[in-house]
């Protein structure tokens, strides 16, 4: 990969396109394991679920993934309405001392956890003009896509499939037209379920992927965590170097026919 070859996110460089949610772990150790095997600098956190400093006599996330070496990532899962991501992120705010990187998601139902569109955009609005940096989970809509841009987002994050699915990605037609259109940094957040999705998501040419229950769900979340390290790392060095023309048949053979002795003129060698 490039040395020069970083993930910028409202301003910010990260070495690693692979961001790592925080949540389903069994304990604190094992989050703290699987976070540096993956190799991730920015972490997610839902604010409804994990405990950052709310409740003081609790184990704090905060103790096993310090944020001097880790870049937080609030989030607000399990909120439906617009209304209750905003003051979801309030308190994110006012718990990690103004930090205001966040990221928003708005559900539509608890079954499937599809994005509610309206809601976000309007969530959306608000946050940034409330001096939020807005990284947001949407659906693969790529002209609500463009319209989270146009409302001051940081970053766009379509839905390879549905949240803890495991699916991978179902349409990748829809990715690269968002990849297309919009101009900030497209990270594919749900859905991918093992490495060569991870890998597949970076090929298309996200600029990052966001997973949790992936590793987290993983018989040995710290193997699958360097192994989504190195799909990330792969799928974006092949983006880079430019995958070869597809074609129904091989054209051309890979080694040379030319200079090659015939049949003929290897019986009159002879």
């Known amino acids: 990969m490039k040395p020069d070859d970083t993930l910028v996110i409202a301003g910010k460089r990260y070495a690693s396109r692979l961001l790592v949610g925080t949540g389903k772990y069994g304990d604190f150790d094992e989050t703290r394991a699987a976070i540096e095997a993956s190799g991730a600098q920015i972490v997610t956190v839902a604010i409804r679920r994990t405990n950052i400093g709310q409740n003081p006599n609790e184990p704090s996330l905060l103790d096993a993934l310090p944020p001097s070496r880790f870049t937080y990532l609030p989030n607000t899962a399990g909120c439906y309405s617009a209304d209750d991501a905003v003051r979801t992120l309030r308190l994110a705010r006012e718990l990690l001392d103004g930090h205001d990187l966040v990221k928003l998601e708005v559900l539509g139902d608890p079954q499937s956890l599809y994005p509610n569109m309206p809601e976000t955009l309007k969530a959306a609005a608000q946050l940034v003009g409330e001096g939020f940096k807005v990284m947001v989970y949407c659906s693969d809509d790529p002209i609500q896509a463009k319209m989270l841009e146009d409302a001051g987002c940081v970053a766009i994050m379509p839905l390879a499939s549905l949240i803890g ?38 090929e298309l040419g996200c600029d990052g992927v966001l997973m949790n229950t992936a590793i987290a769900a993983a018989g040995d979340p ?29 054209a051309s053979p890979s080694s040379p026919a030319e200079g090659l002795l015939s049949p003929s003129q290897n019986t009159k060698a002879a």
């Open 222 to 250: 710290i193997m699958m965590a360097r192994a989504m390290k190195k799909a990330v790392e792969a799928g974006r060095e092949a983006y880079l170097a430019g995958r070869m023309p597809k074609k129904f048949y091989a």
């Open 165 to 202: 699915s495991g699916m991978g990605i179902l349409n990748p037609w829809n990715l690269q037209l968002i990849i297309d259109r919009v101009s900030l940094p497209v990270l594919v957040d749900a859905g991918v379920g093992t490495a060569s999705d991870a890998a597949i998501a970076m």
